[in-house]
């Protein structure tokens, strides 16, 4: 015979239970491809997908799918267990509030601006942060795709005090622009990454002027292997974006992977090895200046070069200190005479290099005209070193070819290493010139 009297109070404390879950409509609804709301997903301790916290004012819960119109992720029905890919269009703002979390299932991403414009903004605070990350019970790197940024991304959009864990498959990043994002879209700041899958970076940009803001960045866990993944990777016109406040794991590493400087700017130092996987050039019609800042390292991967002026014009100057000299140097973890091409000054290249370190290149032994550390390949070529280092070249510290009417300058500089000789064959070399 039922118990009448625990019946109605179980009875009771299911209707008080009622009471706190329920949410009232605010008339959002989850986009295309979203999953079942009811569905139960681990979310590492948080409430399933089919709960909302107290204060919540969700119909749905948010859950994933199309946000093709202004939409708010709120503090009070965090946290959010995704079961789909979160894909921002259709002139939309997703805006995700501080001290948000989201947690992915398997493989998902938040990808914004893929079929039109969108903006993304998830500004977190110190005390506040939104966090990004894995719904697997035993979370591993790479559980989740990351925050991808395409072409239709619109300015403004923004992550800060934000962290991203477990993130970043191969080929891709735990931040990602890719599809021709625009020159400052977007902006990265406070953001701590960590846990990066296999192959992956930690931020990367494909586009040649994408050139996000990057500052105050802390990453975490990323291996220091010369192949696989980098804390950032960016092509050369973006790597101005990389401010110097942030902080890497020993050992990281940022990729540098080639092309072309066209437009006068500063590299300041980023505060981690460089490793340059590409050829690197400074040139273009007005003669564009690079500033390089004290204390930045580049590693240069075999046959890769730094080429100043080739078809117009371009001046480099390298600007270290005695304390914090610039360092151009192999990828080679045991490096070796040979091992990168070099610097090389064209007709309209022009560089100014105090207190810089330039090491094991002269790899273009094949060429007669491009075989040192430093080569001034051009007869209008202009070259000031003062209290530089040159040195372990395959060929030549310095290559002045013969008859070349360019102008060098050498004031307190070091050359030792050097197998052919440390300068020559041109007119103030001790090679004799044919």
């Known amino acids: 015979m039922r118990n009448n009297s625990a019946y109605a109070f179980v009875l009771a404390f299911a209707s008080v239970q009622a009471l706190f879950v329920a949410c009232t409509s605010s008339g959002s609804k989850v986009g295309a491809g979203g999953a079942d709301s009811g569905a139960e997903k681990p ?8 709960a909302q916290a107290a204060g919540c004012t969700d119909a749905t819960p948010f859950v994933g799918g199309a946000v093709v119109a202004n939409r708010t992720l709120t503090k009070a029905c965090s946290p959010y267990a995704i079961s789909s890919a979160i894909n921002v269009d259709g002139n939309a703002t997703l805006t995700i509030e501080a001290g948000v979390t989201l947690n ?11 079929q039109s414009a969108a903006k993304l903004v ?3 605070t110190a005390a506040s942060p939104i966090k990004f990350t894995s719904a697997n019970s035993t979370p591993g790197a790479g559980d989740w795709e990351g925050i991808k940024f395409w072409g239709g991304v619109m300015n403004g959009s923004s992550i800060s005090y934000s962290t991203l864990d477990y993130c970043g498959q191969s080929a891709s990043a735990c931040i990602h622009g890719q599809g021709g994002v625009k020159t400052g879209r977007v902006t990265v700041d406070h953001a701590t990454i960590s846990h990066i899958g296999n192959g992956a970076n930690g931020i990367q940009e494909d586009d040649v002027a994408s050139n996000f803001t990057i500052s105050n960045c802390t990453f975490n866990n990323v291996p220091n292997t010369q192949t696989q993944r980098y804390a950032i990777s960016v092509l050369a016109p973006s790597f101005a974006g990389i401010d110097s406040t942030n902080t890497f794991n020993a050992g990281a590493m940022i990729e540098l992977a080639g092309d072309a400087v066209s437009a006068t700017t500063d590299w300041r130092n980023p505060g981690a090895p460089v490793a340059v996987t590409s050829k690197v050039s400074l040139d273009g019609a007005t003669a564009p200046v690079l500033t390089i800042a004290a204390g930045t390292t580049f590693k240069f ?7 100043v002026g080739y078809s117009s014009g371009g001046n480099l100057k390298a600007n270290g200190t005695a304390t914090a000299p610039v360092t151009f140097t192999s990828l080679n973890s045991l490096p070796t005479a040979g091992d990168w091409n070099g610097i090389m000054l064209w007709s309209g290249g022009q560089a100014t290099l105090q207190f810089a370190n330039v090491l094991y290149g002269g790899g273009n032994t094949g060429s007669a005209s491009l075989s040192g550390d430093i080569s001034v390949a051009g007869s209008n070529a202009r070259l000031t070193l003062l209290n530089s280092t040159i040195s372990n070249s395959a060929t030549y510290g310095l290559y002045i070819p013969c008859g070349s009417t360019s102008t060098v300058t050498i004031t307190s500089d070091t050359f030792s290493g050097n197998l052919n000789s440390d300068v020559g064959p041109g007119p103030t070399g001790s090679s004799v010139c044919p």
């Open 43 to 50: 979310d590492s301790g948080g409430p399933d997908a089919g």
């Open 104 to 114: 992915f299932a398997q493989n998902l991403a938040v990808n914004v601006g893929a």
């Open 122 to 124: 998830a500004n977190g």
């Open 301 to 307: 991967a075999r046959g890769t070069s730094f080429e």
